[in-house]
Structures are given as C-alpha cells and as structure tokens.
C-alpha cells in the first residue's frame, strides 16, 4: 500500500543577509503511513519545524527547497504550481501552531474563523459548517460546544485555545495533520487535557499526522514512530517503543538522560538550620488594580504568603499560570510593591518599592526572567549587557571591565567573541545564559529565577540546570526557582512550595514530592507531569470538575 | 584585488545597502552640497533682471528659463537650496529631538509629568499650524532664526506623540523592567534601553514630518511671512510663477521637481536606511 506521506531527500536552503547560502536541511527522508502519527524530535534549530511545513509545500521567508520531493497521497508538492497546494492547504493537509493565542484574530468571534476555511474552499453551507464545527467542540471535550463559538479568543483559556485551533484544522477533514509544538506554551495540567483531545480525535478519523515536539514524555503518548533530528539530519528512527527502551544514537540517548530527575539536596543541610535565613517573606500580600475599601488591592494575587531561604540553598514555587508564583518573584524584587507584609534580606527589612532600596540592597538581590528573548536589550551587545552592573555596582570601567566580562562569559560557558553579538544571533539557551551572566555580574547572593528554564528543551534546559548547580557550589549563591515544570524543580530545589490561586497550600522537602503530597491540588500537579511510559496518558484519571 | 582604492562602498564598511537607498542618498547628498555651495556657482545674482522675455524658455545663456520678471531661475534655485533644506533641516531636527527626549521621558517617568505635558503639547497640537505661523510671524517679525524655532514648535506636538506610543511599548519590556530592579536613573533608561529600540520608527516619522515642513515654509513664504525677497526659498519660488503653468515654463517645473526629488529622496533614504551586516560566519 502506499504511504500516505513520502520525503524523499528532502534539502532546504536558507540566505544569510550576506547573502550566503546554508544549507538547513541537508537531505531527509522518512515516511508516514495512513492513520499513523510520526512525532519530529530535536532541539531548536534541528529543523523540525522546516520539514513540518514543507509538508504544505511552504517554507518560511529566506528559505527554499533546493531538492528531494515531499509527496503527499502520491503528488509531489515541491513541483506543484503554488495555487494547486493552496488548494490542498486546509482540505487534504492542515497546520496546528504552536501559539494558538497568535493565531486567532483577536476582533473575530471563534466560530466565524473555525468555519472559514470550508468557506474558502466553498466545502459546505456555512450551516453545515457550523454544525460540523459543534460536533468538533464536543469531540474536543471543548465545555459548552453550541455556545463556546459565540466567544472572541480573550475569552476562553489557552488551552480551550488551542483546542480551538484543531477544530479550525479539523474542519476541513484533512488527511494529514501537522501539530508544531501544540502544547509546549501549557501548564502541566492543561497539557493532558489538550493531549487527550488531540489523541482521541485523531483515533476518531483515522488521520496521518506529524507531531513536532521536544518534549519526548509529550510525544511517547501520542505518536506511533519517532524521527529523530540535529543539524537538520535524521539521526535515528523508529517506533516509540523501541527509541524510549533501546535507543542507539548518543543524542537519543541525551535527551533521554535529561529526562531522568536527578535528586538534589545541597551541601550546607545540616549546617544551614541553625543560621538565620538570607531571604524571608512574612505575610506577603500584593496584587493589581486600585486598592478596595478594605485595603486590599482589587485582583489579589498573594494572599498572606511566607517562605524562608536558608543561606545556600534553594527554595523552588510551583504552580500554574495565575497561581501568583511570578507575583512573588516581583514582590520580592521591588517591582510590585507588596500592600502590607514584609521582605527580609539577611534579617533586614527592604523597603516595598526597587526605588526606594539602596544601592547595596539592589545588589545582593538579583532577578532573572523567563523570556530571554524580552529580558536582553535586542539593540545592544552582549557585553554591554553583561557589563552595565559592573559599572552601577562596582564601577568598573574599561580594561577592568572588560576582563570582569571575559570571566563572566566563561563562567556560564560562552565563547568570549559572544561579547560583540547581539541578543537576537544566539539561541535560547545561550541568551538565558547571558541573562544569567547579567545577574551574576552584580555579584548577588540571592538569585530569583523566574521561569528560566520554560522557554528551553529538554537537553538545554539540563545544562543550564547544572550550570546553576555549578555557580552555586563557587559562588555561594542561593535561588529562589520558580517554575511549572516538576522535574526541574526537583533537580535543583531542596524544598518546594506549591501555590494556587495565590495561597500557599503545601510546603515540602524536594525528596518527598512524589509520595508526600497531602493537598489534591498538590497531587493533581504532580500526577500531572508526563512520563516517558506510552500507557501513561490512558492510565490518568481525568482532572477531577471539583478543582 | 585590494590594489584599488579603497573606496568606503557600504559593503566594505560591514552595512548593506539596496540601490534605492543609494539612489536617494546621492539625491540628499547633492542637495546639501548644493545648499552649501550653490550660491557661488551660480551665473548671475538672483535678484537681478538679465532676460527682457518672461516665462523665457531654457537657453544655452539661461539653463532653466527665466521667471515672471525674467530672473535666471537657475541662480534663484542654487539660492533657494541653502533657504529650504537649511531651514527644513534645522526646524525638523528641533521637533523631533525636543519631541522624543519629551516623549520618551514622559514615558518612562509616568505619572503627573505624564500627563501634564501630554495636555499641554495636545493643547499646542490643536491651533491650525499655518494660522499659528502667522500670528507668530506678524508679531515677532520674520527671520530666518524665528522660522526655524517657529516651525520646530509646531512640529514637537506630533513628534512626542509619535515616540511616546513607541516608547510606552517598549517600556513594558523585561529587559527595562530588569534595569529598573537594578536601580537605573531615568535618563540610563531612556538613551541606552529605549532609544535605540526605537530609532527605526522614529527616522521615518523624521522623514515625514521633514516634506510637512518643506511645504508649511513655502506657503509662509508666500504669504509673505517666510523667506523675504529678493531671496526665495523653492516654495516661494513655484508660488510666484505659478503664472506660467499653462505655458508649461521651466520657471515653476524646475523649483517644483527640486522640491519633489529632495522630499521623495529623504523618504526612500530614510526607508531604505544602511542595515549593518550582522553575519559573521563569512
């Protein structure tokens, strides 16, 4: 039988403003049958997004295919006439981004642009459309599916979102379905709510598809093969089973090992109990919008939170998006002076507002962001960023600096010549690297890490993990770790707090997260975290209404 | 190869450059250099009567015809050059220097200066810019000084507008957000983390707002109120022939295609600006 799916020596090329040519895909086949789904595995930059969409014929501007054929239910869409694959584009092939909120048009109601593709293709009646696309909600586990098309986009959640959007590539009963990274944006719990739609609509029709991911828990409970991708070359293929239980190639193997929890607990344990801690918040509360009668800000976003930081160690928060885990972070920071409560640095109280603390103060306390892309001045190099605190804290100017900045780089393992690039040339790893290096070049002893490894894969995210363990262990440093993600969590923290709608419901020692958790919320965050195991989607209980 | 001159071609300096860019840039350039020396080349003084003909047609004696009293229309656009670009220029730079610093600020600080000074240029915005011109004129008196202050105050309104909603956005950045944790002074975060984000945008308003100048100082100027004769300005100088439009003289084509290749110039110049080549793996 032929495959539904055929790439044959598939080579794309992409221009550099210098107009040099690079070669980004350097000659990829693989197949994929009717009704299978095939997941592309790889870190950025390994091009698995490039082959996803050169399955529409498409390739993103500045790249072109340059060879091989991409065959898809036995016509070549490389040598087709572009107005025959935009034909193809919605009815016999449809894309699933990674960012569904940039995908929908914000001033348009949901159902209008659900149906519009079978508009475009003049499919069925509008009517017709719509009662299809109602059948799709429900098949989704979409709530309320007759009225939720009714809504505009800000109105429904990013995960509803992003079901949303496969109702808009479902519409047309494609053949093929491409997913690119549909749930890296998603908090844990919302993640196997999308994944279960997915999976069982794809069951349902019986449709081929492409998953791109980097995540191999994510893609062990969705895909029936895995190709493994780097530098644009397939390094190894095969069915789930085999690649998760007998991988062969070493980087299989790395984004295997990255997966694996290493337990941590810092050396000072013992020592640390009888000191004073450096970093202590009492009965924070802080929120957005004016303050009401009672005193009280109008969207609270702590309430009444307290935590200590043992001098060399690291406290980790825990919790998904509007828990309040970032709240705490500005808090802390000055950036979002707190209504009432106190932060104490070394057993000395900071004043509520960045302004108002004192140069020294500032210092000792340093932030790093999620986003390294936001966090970096996109306009100025590398070593300007990394060198400004050296000048506001220690004012350092010209050759002094400039060896700070050399031994800063070498410090979170960047190549020196880095220091003349700007943000926007280097990868995500390496920018959070450099946003690291900002924070370190104050010399601080608290660092709050917000996010800084959600934006990484998998194997990148361990390096800057271990990169963090590193400078602990020769800098004495100690972090305050905010994440979604359990796992890296667990790697670095030696106690976690868990947050929900900005209380703190459960406080534990990293070594007994698993068996430890008392609160259901705790426990549903926990259960909720992918396992490199293919049953393990089917073996969880769905979320329980109550929370 | 490197035997050649080393020519400074934009390539060689690490920027690239499509030809439109550097089509306009020559056009700018010739411009400038006309406005600084154009006076001495030209043939007769350009207030003296040398054609008995009016509307006089393009002669080997007269490159561009002669004008309603039959003045050499070539001299008078040599002078003209140094009157409009040197005052476009100087009044542009004013507004938009004046207009961003202001904006960017009130971004940054917020608050009470905010909004004070948002109401008051607002306030300025809304006199009509030609009726504000004239009443400004025919009480302080024209000179060149007062029409370059003059014309860069009725422009900052717009100019602050425009880079204070640029500047709010990039405001809301992490990276501000993480200058402004370190402890940085309003004037670090408003030349080093918010100007050079928002250079782009704000050299194409510039760009713009210079043509809006160019044509608000030729109307001054026909009313009487802006460059004063004997001397003229390009504006002043199509205003004055507009008589001869039917015959089709040279003597209001010329100064109008000078006035349209140095505006139209300064636009695809500032749209098509040198990007610095950031490839380095070459």
């Known amino acids: 039988m032929q495959n539904l799916v055929e790439i044959r ?57 340059t060879g091989g054929t991409v065959r898809l239910a036995g016509r070549d869409l490389v040598a087709m006439p572009e107005a025959e694959r935009q034909a193809l584009r919605g009815t016999e092939v449809a894309y699933v981004p990674q960012s569904a909120a940039a995908a929908f048009n914000p001033s348009q109601r949901l159902m209008d642009q659900v149906i519009e593709v079978a508009q475009i293709h ?26 939720i098309g009714q809504r505009y986009p800000h109105q429904v959640s990013g995960g509803q979102l992003q079901r949303l959007a496969a109702a808009m590539a479902l519409i047309g009963g494609p053949k093929l379905m491409i997913f690119d990274e549909p749930t890296t944006a998603l908090d844990v719990t919302t993640q196997i709510e999308v994944l279960r739609a997915f999976k069982s609509v794809m069951k349902l029709g019986g449709m081929g598809g492409v998953y791109v991911s980097h995540d191999l828990a994510v893609v062990a409970q969705i895909a029936d093969r895995i190709v493994v991708l780097k530098g644009g070359e397939v390094q190894e293929e095969g069915p789930v089973e085999q690649i998760l239980h007998r991988a062969e190639h070493p980087y299989t193997r790395e984004l295997l090992a990255a997966f694996e929890p290493v337990p941590y607990a810092s050396a000072s344990r013992s020592e640390a109990e009888t000191k004073r801690p450096i970093l202590e918040v009492r009965n924070l509360v802080a929120g957005y919008g004016p303050l009401g009668r009672d005193g009280r800000p109008h969207k609270l976003a702590l309430n009444n939170v307290s935590c200590r930081l043992e001098r060399g160690q690291n406290l980790g928060v825990i919790g998904e998006s509007g828990s309040g885990k970032s709240t705490l972070a500005r808090a802390i920071a000055g950036l979002l002076p707190p209504v009432s409560g106190k932060v104490l640095l070394d057993a000395h109280a900071l004043e509520p507002e960045a302004r108002a603390r004192g140069k020294e103060e500032l210092r000792r306390l340093q932030i790093v962001f999620q986003l390294a892309d936001t966090a970096l001045n996109p306009q100025r190099p590398v070593g300007d960023i990394v060198g400004r605190p050296l000048t506001f804290y220690h004012g350092q100017k010209g050759a002094a600096r400039e060896a700070r900045t050399d031994e800063l780089l070498d410090m979170v393992r960047l190549p020196r010549a880095m220091k003349h690039r700007l943000p926007g040339e280097l990868s995500g790893g390496q920018k959070q690297r450099v946003n690291l290096a900002r924070a370190l070049a104050a010399g601080p002893e608290v660092i709050l890490c917000d996010e800084i490894t959600s934006a990484l894969d998998t194997v990148v995210a361990a390096a800057v993990i271990e990169l963090l363990k590193e400078l602990q262990r020769e800098l004495h440093l100690s972090y305050v770790f905010i994440s979604h ?48 195991d293919t049953g393990w989607l089917d073996s969880v209980p769905p979320r329980a209404a109550a929370l | 190869m490197h035997t050649k001159a080393f020519w400074p071609t934009p390539r060689r300096l690490g920027y690239h450059m499509n030809w439109i860019g550097l089509i306009a840039a020559t056009v700018v350039c010739f411009w400038a250099l006309v406005a600084v020396i154009g006076p001495m080349l030209s043939p007769y003084p350009p207030g003296e009567i040398v054609d008995f003909d009016y509307y006089g047609p393009i002669s080997a004696k007269l490159w561009m015809g002669s004008d309603y009293l039959g003045r050499d229309i070539f001299s008078r656009v040599l002078m003209g050059a140094r009157y409009t670009v040197g005052i476009s220029l100087a009044a542009v730079c004013l507004a938009c220097i004046s207009g961003v610093v202001l904006g960017m600020t009130a971004a940054v600080v917020g608050g009470w200066l905010d909004t004070g ?18 009443v400004m004129v025919a009480a302080i008196g ?60 704000v050299l194409a308003d510039l760009g713009l707002r210079f043509v809006f100048i160019v044509l608000l100082l030729s109307g001054l100027s026909f009313l009487g109120l802006g460059v004063q004769p004997p001397n003229a300005d390009w504006g002043s100088l199509v205003r004055e022939n507009i008589g001869g439009l039917p015959f089709g003289a040279p003597a209001v084509l010329m100064p109008s295609l000078a006035i349209a290749s140095l505006t139209i110039s300064v636009n695809l110049l500032i749209d098509n600006l040198p990007v610095k080549i950031r490839d380095r793996s070459e």
């Open chain 2, 142 to 201: 024209s000179s060149i000084p007062v029409l370059i202050v003059l014309l860069g105050v009725i422009y900052t309104p717009g100019a602050y507008r425009f880079a204070r909603a640029l500047a709010v956005n990039i405001n809301t950045m992490d990276f501000v957000t993480v200058a402004r944790a370190r402890g940085e002074r309003t004037g670090y975060l408003v030349t080093r983390e918010i100007l050079p984000n928002i250079t782009g945008p």
């Open chain 2, 117 to 134: 000074l948002s109401r008051f240029l607002d306030a300025l915005n809304s006199i009509p810019s030609k009726l504000f011109g004239l």
């Open chain 1, 9 to 65: 020596d598939l080579k794309v090329q992409a221009r550099s403003d210098a107009g040099r040519r690079i070669e980004i895909i350097k000659g990829v086949s693989f197949d994929i049958a009717e009704g299978e789904i095939v997941a592309l595995i790889g870190e950025s930059g390994s091009g698995k997004t490039t082959i996803a969409l050169t399955l529409m014929g498409h390739t993103r501007p500045g790249c072109t295919i």
């Open chain 1, 122 to 147: 003049k499919l069925m009646s509008p009517d017709a459309a719509r009662v299809k696309a109602v059948e799709l909600f429900r098949a989704l586990a979409l709530p309320e599916p007759e009225t």
């Open chain 1, 485 to 532: 993600d359990l796992s890296t969590v667990q790697a670095i923290c030696d106690d976690v707090m868990v947050m929900l709608n900005g209380e703190v419901v459960e406080r534990l020692p990293a070594d007994r997260l698993q068996g430890g958790a008392q609160h259901p919320y705790s426990q549903l965050l926990f259960s909720s975290v992918p396992k490199l």
